[in-house]
């Protein structure tokens, strides 16, 4: 008789070969028949989906393995479709590039067996050299270990600001249509993981690092093209006007708003090819600051950022030049 599938863990991969290999090793020491991995494969050009049939043929457990294949269409549509073949009740996300750490599977199977939450929140670890992860410094979400009612720390969460897809597993029934939006690449977590906390009624925190997260210059933070700025500017503008997360309590959207605000300057730090911000757009930055300057749970070392941003990039910008 098959054990039952608690927990579907889908990993998005394209061109990921230099990495891949050492995130399929720490899943395969850990895994269980109480859990699925659904691999789907990008549209990869280097040898990505080679090394994904190898590794599932050497396994100790191949039928835990789903491997699946799509056109080149982002990682919002290869994990929709990751989700849309999972069968796990509860589902979280992993990428290509990082790994998990020792008892992430086990330490999530005891939480759904023992507690059945609508969310679990992990630590992690940040690392750009493997050898350096056993001593890297862990993050958590909170202080506070163990089961929260999500309408308590739901503002911390946005405060936070970490919406990494890895960085929680959800129960699948609470949100049973829970999509990335296709087309966008980046910030694409922003655009979707806020919706579980609007589902969720409880949540487990697990303050353990039990993943590792590589920071690296390929990431897409620091390759933000002007496409996906566009795309991040017209997400922006909808989530002022009400037509994204039209049901999201006040606060938690206006966190969300500053936020992203601060984002936009930010990423023109990291990115010189990443276009001035338009004349109306820093308007509309500085009336939102304005209006929300009150704002709990919002640092008064942004508000403060972004009350004196446009000086400050423009003059950053200047000295790139």
């Not at 090394?51 to 457990?61: M, P, R, V, Y």
């Not at 989700?83 to 992430?104: E, K, Q």
């Not at 050299?129 to 946005?158: C, E, N, Q, W």
């Not at 700025?229 to 009400?242: A, Y």
Request: aromatic letters at 12%; one cysteine or more; a positive charge.
């Amino acid at each position: 008789m098959q054990s039952q599938v608690l927990l579907s863990l889908v990993v998005p991969f394209y061109n990921a070969a230099d990495y891949f290999a050492q995130l399929l090793a720490s899943v395969e020491t850990q895994l269980t028949d109480a859990v699925q991995v659904v691999l789907v494969c990008d549209g990869a050009t280097d040898n990505s989906l080679e090394l994904a049939q190898q590794h599932i043929a050497t396994s100790a457990k191949p039928g835990r393995y789903l491997l699946l294949e799509q056109p080149n269409s982002g990682v919002s549509v290869a994990r929709n479709l990751g989700i849309a073949h999972s069968t796990g009740g509860y589902i979280g996300f992993l990428d290509a590039d990082d790994v998990i750490l020792p008892g992430y599977m086990a330490q999530l199977l005891h939480v759904i067996a023992q507690h059945q939450p609508d969310l679990i929140e992990i630590g992690y670890k940040r690392f750009s050299d493997i050898s350096a992860l056993p001593s890297a410094r862990p993050h958590y979400m909170r202080h506070k270990a163990g089961k929260h009612k999500v309408s308590g720390v739901a503002t911390a969460v946005f405060q936070a600001n970490r919406w990494f897809p890895w960085l929680r597993i959800y129960r699948k029934a609470i949100a049973p249509d829970f999509n990335f939006p296709s087309g966008i690449a980046f910030c694409e977590d922003v655009m979707a993981v806020p919706t579980l906390y609007q589902q969720a009624f409880q949540l487990f925190h697990l303050r353990l690092p039990l993943y590792g997260y590589r920071e690296h210059r390929s990431s897409a933070s620091f390759n933000v093209k002007p496409e996906q700025q566009q795309q991040l500017q017209q997400f922006f503008t909808g989530l002022q006007q009400g037509t994204f997360y039209p049901a999201i309590p006040a606060r938690w959207r206006n966190i969300l708003l500053l936020n992203l605000a601060y984002l936009f300057y930010s990423l023109q730090l990291n990115n010189p090819a990443v276009k001035a911000l338009p004349v109306a757009f820093e308007q509309q930055f500085r009336t939102l600051l304005k209006q929300l300057w009150l704002t709990p749970g919002f640092s008064l070392r942004k508000k403060l950022t972004l009350a004196f941003a446009s000086h400050f990039f423009h003059k950053h910008r200047l000295r790139q030049s």
